[in-house]
């Protein structure tokens, strides 16, 4: 009887637990939804209708010292270059309508390509954090188009947000090869 109720003190404090996990997950994204909602308004005050879209969707080499090695690695990575191109077509709204669906199953294999073949010079914690965030984007990208249709302004907001999870991916690449970040 003792160890009943030992057991069942123990599932209390497990579910206690989850319960706690889940409330503060549940604040982080609030949080997260908020500042969001703030950038917004802070582009709206400045004239900018949506935050700005990079200008090219590479790394820019010439910013940075890098190391040879990781440099050709990365652009060397087909896998990499094949889900660039497609992020740029899709940020330029190069895809049409009509093809999105097809689009999207398309892009959920590249991103998932990404995650099984990033070089190992570069693979980095937040290398495979950062794929894995373009991952979670593409998931929602493809649940808002199931929701909405083909609603031009719901799925522009979700591009978005994969466009400035690849951009964390550059950034990250870009200091991953970093001289500076490399000890040689």
Known sequence: MLTGALISCKN???EAQVDER????????????DLERLRYAENAELGIDKPRLPENYEIDWDAVESDPKMRSDIEGWNDYNTFSASVKTLGLKEVPQEEITDYMTRLEQEANNLQNTIPASVMTEEVQEDIKDIREEVADLRMVIKKYGTDENKISNQVEELIEAYDDLNEELQETA??????L
């Open 178 to 183: 970093s001289k500076k970040g490399v000890s």
């Open 22 to 33: 889940n409330e503060k997950e549940q604040q982080v994204e609030k949080d997260s939804a």
């Open 12 to 14: 209390d404090q497990k």
